[in-house]
């Protein structure tokens, strides 16, 4: 398995916690961070990809990320 490269998670996660007001919502940063790293997993290792393929998922969960008191997140279901 590869190693996860964080020099190219990091700023992904980052642009996507920015861009939906997420700041000190830790589960919400939690669930991004827990879905890029499945992304790489499956083999989306470069930047840009991981970026478009992550909001991609995102849309599809139909989540308001800020809203984490659910019990169960849809992005568990990713």
Known sequence: MDRV???VVNPVL???CRENGIARDRKAV???A???LALW???EHEGAALE???REKLAEA???LPDT???QSSLDQV
Do not use: M, P
């Open 69 to 71: 008191d659910t019990e």
């Open 34 to 36: 827990t879905l890029l």
């Open 41 to 43: 997993k499956q083999g």
């Open 52 to 54: 478009r393929v992550a």
């Open 5 to 7: 490269d964080f020099s």
């Open 30 to 32: 939690l669930q991004i």
């Open 14 to 16: 980052k642009t996507i």
């Open 62 to 64: 139909s989540i308001i």
